[in-house]
């Protein structure tokens, strides 16, 4: 018998199998063994790692200027701060006083009885003829020696005001600069009432009725208000008076 013929059967085409991908290490690892991108790859390291840094350092001082600030603003004493002043304007009133005018290192412009004065060292008339004045006493109680009298002393704290008791002997000792011994006013007191804005001390009251009675002035009262101004913002006066009164 015949055998009957095979029939042939096309195959089919094998599908062409798709490349492996490559993992992002390998091409990374590709990357890096390329001299061309090796290089480049370094760069960019090293602008990511500089631009850290920057970073990092700016971030740093930012934080360290608030804390700065912040230990700034907690530590500010009104009293040292008042005893620093070198400008303002203050005016003194009592029952038998008013006294205006400005201060400047320690130097000032004073208005007295609608009279203009300078004090630089001495106290000098101001008008047609310059003239040299005896210096009102109660000037002495500036800033300054204010501070000289209170900053070893624990307030008294009221709502609006801080009291601070001054011995009348060291007063006496402080404002007229001699020695008070006297026992017997060992239980007087000067008090002091200082009053501040915003932490900064802008009038000061001061009870000196115990003071005038030593000095054998028959008083029931003398209250001294001194208020404080523009602190920090006057502007230099003193050459152009310096000049009228020929001091160089």
Partial sequence: MEKEPEILTE??????????????????????????THALIV?????????????????????????QSN?????????????????????????DLSLNGVYYE?????YL???????NNSLYKIGDTIEISNEPEILKLNNKMIYSLIKDITPINNEEYDSYLVPLISFINTYEGIAADDYNLSSYNIVINVYKKDDVINKV????????KYKGINIDSYILTINYYNIGNINDF??????????K
């Fill in 11 to 36: 195959k089919e085409p094998e599908t062409p199998k798709e490349p492996e991908k490559k993992s992002k290490f390998q091409i990374l690892k590709e990357l890096w063994q390329n001299p061309k």
């Fill in 43 to 67: 760069l960019g390291f090293w602008f990511i790692f500089i631009g850290g840094l920057i970073l990092f350092l700016k971030i740093s001082s930012m934080f360290s200027t608030s804390t």
């Fill in 71 to 95: 230990e700034t603003i907690n530590t500010t004493d009104p009293l040292a701060n008042f005893n620093e002043m070198t400008s303002y304007e203050f005016n003194y009133t009592a029952s």
């Fill in 106 to 110: 320690d130097k000032y412009l004073l």
């Fill in 113 to 119: 009885d609608n009279q203009k004065y300078y004090k």
């Fill in 205 to 212: 009251v001061i009870d000196l009725t115990n003071y005038y």
């Fill in 238 to 247: 003193t050459k152009e008076y310096d000049e009228v009164i020929g001091v």
